[in-house]
């Protein structure tokens, strides 16, 4: 393909990673709440429950609580890396590749990790719709930031 055809897709597809990792924070801050206001109370005269877990989230299954950490650290670092991807759609050269690429590939394979809890989670059922469409989300994630990945490295030419 030609040098400017892609831009506009690695555009969309920014602007879409972006938008679905703030959702994936949202969600996954709305779980992380929950779960501080409705795990354990510890303190004076109460004893840690038999199978205390420090990742312990009252609704979901067991993969929830690790499902939940590294969606949140997954959308961090995809919102960081979009913000590195803006700069290098709005110069389009070889010199602001390296940054969003490496950016991209990083957020990329955080992604991937959220996705195989995400996979667990869906395989140990019990969840609720939040949870759901934060599974769906990082699945839907795994694919369009490979697709970004590819996109932005197909035409970025020299100065």
């Known amino acids: 393909m030609a040098d400017g055809q892609l831009k506009p897709v690695a555009s969309l597809l920014l602007v879409l990673n972006f938008c679905m990792y ?20 510890l303190g004076p005269g109460f004893n840690l429950p038999a199978h205390f877990s420090p990742i312990y989230f009252p609704m979901g299954n067991a993969a929830t609580g690790f499902f939940v950490v590294f969606a949140l650290i997954s959308g961090v670092v995809g919102v960081a890396s ?3 991807g803006f700069n290098h759609i709005r110069y389009w050269n070889i010199d602001s590749l390296q940054a969003a690429a490496s950016a991209a590939i990083i957020a990329w394979g955080f992604t991937l990790l959220a996705t195989g809890f995400a996979w ?19 699945i839907i994630l795994s694919f369009t930031q490979l697709v ?12």
Do not use: C, P, Q
């Open 148 to 159: 970004y990945i590819a996109a932005i490295h197909g035409t970025s030419t020299r100065r």
């Open 22 to 41: 703030v959702i994936v924070l949202g969600i996954g801050g709305w779980a992380m709440n929950f779960a501080i206001d409705h795990g354990f109370i």
């Open 82 to 84: 979009a913000l590195s």
């Open 120 to 138: 667990k989670e869906i395989e140990l059922e019990l969840r609720n719709a939040r949870l759901i469409t934060m599974e769906a989300f990082l």
